[in-house]
């Protein structure tokens, strides 16, 4: 009777300080690459679409894109957190899994090798593996000092494509942006912030000399030869000299735990 009081209450205190399994929502692809080099992948119940690296996270319950996803479809894996990027997020969207008793964390964007630092900080603290960020830390700053930019005398036009009829272009202030400058380039566009349509006009006037795309924008209006057919591009620079430049999405505007390849490969295509 004494051993089975003993060992009961041995396996109620181990049941008290034992961290409870959790259920995490991503939705965001930096976050869940982050989440994964923390060694909680086997925690993550459902991710949005842009979390595509490493490839096993294609296999998890997706939700949709994080601009677009809806409170329901987030409630139905059963969350007990859900990590997002500020402002990507409706708010209504928010309010209601909040509501439902689901913890909801927001972090700031990152746009800088500081910002995936904190980042990294923030997403360690939120799930318990601070000692396991520390090693992550470590070995990005490694990275980050191993890069060798030199700056290019080019300027990068950046184009989001889905088809020719939906093109836009980054001003100042983007992701993107910010990733043209980290790999020693300048943005073609400095008259405006954030994303605006493309125009033959403005494109002429930026005269870029690399047109930079993400894959699957580029692949969206036929590859460089459907892209050549838009109109301005073959009188700029980057049209006459056929530098286009296309990376995956995530890859180069994620700012996740890759950044220093990303900063790398860049580098080097824009040369």
């Not at 051993?3 to 692809?29: E, M």
């Not at 479809?73 to 439902?100: D, F, S």
């Not at 460089?224 to 530098?243: C, F, H, S």
Request: net charge positive; with cysteine.
């Amino acid at each position: 009777m004494v051993k089975n009081s003993l060992l009961l209450g041995l396996l109620l205190l181990l049941a008290s300080v034992a961290p409870a399994q959790q259920r995490i929502v991503s939705l965001s692809g930096a976050i869940s690459e982050m989440l994964c080099a923390l060694s909680l992948e086997p925690q993550i119940a459902g991710v949005d679409i842009t979390s595509n690296y490493p490839v096993s996270l294609l296999q998890k319950p997706k939700v949709g894109h994080n601009r677009t996803i809806s409170a329901e479809g987030v409630l139905a894996l059963r969350p007990t957190l859900v990590l997002g990027i500020q402002g990507e997020m409706k708010p209504e969207v928010v309010a209601q899994i909040t509501a439902a008793k689901v913890k909801v964390q927001l972090f700031a964007p990152a746009y800088d090798a500081d910002g995936t630092r904190r980042l990294l900080q923030e997403v360690s603290t939120a799930t318990g593996t601070t000692a396991k960020a520390a090693a992550l830390r470590a070995t990005f700053d490694k990275q980050i000092t191993a890069l060798k930019i030199k700056p290019l005398n080019k300027k990068v036009l950046f184009i989001y494509a889905r088809g020719t009829g939906s093109m836009t272009v980054s001003g100042t202030g983007t992701a993107l942006d910010h990733m043209i400058t980290l790999a020693g380039a300048k943005n073609a566009i400095t008259e405006f912030s954030q994303f605006k349509p493309l125009s033959a006009e403005s494109l002429v006037a930026a005269n870029p000399d690399v047109i930079l795309m993400f894959d699957s924008g580029l692949q969206s209006v036929g590859g460089p030869e459907g892209l050549a057919g838009v109109q301005g591009i073959a009188v700029t620079n980057a049209g006459r000299n056929k530098k286009i430049v296309s990376m995956d999405g995530q890859f180069l505007s994620g700012f996740g735990l890759r950044l220093p390849a990303a900063i790398d490969e860049l580098y080097k295509k824009l040369q």
